[in-house]
Every structure is written in C-alpha cells, then in structure tokens.
C-alpha cells in the first residue's frame, strides 16, 4: 500500500511528456493545494480500466486540484496509451528504476495519492474499487469549491465494483 495520510510525501522532479521534456516537482504540484498523483503501467489491466475515470477527474477538477500521471513506462509509450483512454492531464516519467513509486512504497497499481500543499499525505488506495472512486470524486469536488456534477463510476457504467492492482 502506498504511503499512509499524514506522511510526509517523498518530493521529486520528473520528466513530463512534451518536446522539451521539462522537469516538474512534487513542490511545483503542490504549489497552489493539493495535488492527486495517480501511479500506473501501461501492461497493467486495472490501470486499463481505471484511467477513464482518473482522466474524468482531470476534466472535472485539474483546474483547482492538479490530477497527475506517474508512469512506469516511458514517456513515449505512456503518453499515446493516456490518450487513447482520454487522460489528457499531464504524464511523468517515472521508468528509469521507478524511484518515485519506491520512494511512495507502491504494492501495485494503479496507487492514487493525494498530496496537501504542505506535502503531506491526505489519502492514498490502490486498484480499482467503485466506492472508492467515487469518494475520491467528492473529495476532490470539496478540495475544489463545487459540487460534483454526479457519481465518476455509476454501477451501470461497465466496471467491475472491485478489481485489485
């Protein structure tokens, strides 16, 4: 499991996908508030899954909360993959040794944490579950100032209730 809420959250600066690969930090995130840092591979078949409805939190809320993909693969490969699921935040790189996903103790992924502007840990799960990510969708709507415009996995949208990482 990843680090638990009121850890210190390990800083870091990594390369983000785009022609002059420039390098953001854990501090640059956080600048403003939180930040929401959702971990994955690309061979991964609960990252498949779930990354629709990670890049839905993107589209509801990375405007005030920043919704960041960690990338166990290169960038080159991570960030065609994201497109095809509609995750159009941005994409670090975290493939050369996962320094990032050990220095967070990930098990598995997709692992989702959620980082305080004081980089702490607030919240922090790993796999696929429903409930889950529809608390995360209410936490992330607070953290914004709004209100969710509805449930980000109803119980008819295809999805498995659970599926571990």
């Known amino acids: 499991m990843a680090l638990p809420a009121g850890s210190e959250a390990p800083e870091f600066a990594l390369p983000a996908a785009?022609?002059?690969r420039e390098l953001l930090s854990l501090a640059?995130?956080?600048a403003t508030g939180p930040a929401f840092l959702a971990f994955f591979k690309t061979s991964c078949p609960t990252c498949q899954l779930s990354f629709p409805v990670w890049g839905e939190l993107a589209r509801r809320y990375g405007d005030?909360?920043?919704?960041v993909a960690i990338s166990q693969d290169p960038l080159g490969k991570a960030r065609g993959w994201l497109d095809e699921r509609e995750f159009e935040a941005p994409v670090l790189d975290d493939s050369d040794g996962y320094v990032v996903s050990k220095a967070y103790e990930l098990d598995a992924?997709?692992?989702l944490v959620l980082v305080d502007a004081d980089g702490k840990v607030v919240d922090s799960s790993e796999g696929w579950h429903r409930d889950r990510a529809n608390g995360w969708d209410a936490k992330l709507a607070e953290l914004a100032g709004r209100s969710s415009?509805?449930?980000l996995s109803p119980e008819d949208?295809?999805?498995p209730p659970m599926?571990?990482?």
Not at 64 to 67: C, Q
């Open 64 to 67: 005030s909360v920043p919704v």
């Open 157 to 159: 949208d295809g999805r």
């Open 18 to 20: 785009g022609d002059d």
């Open 28 to 30: 640059d995130l956080t």
């Open 109 to 111: 992924v997709p692992s």
């Open 163 to 165: 599926k571990p990482g």
């Open 149 to 151: 415009p509805g449930p």
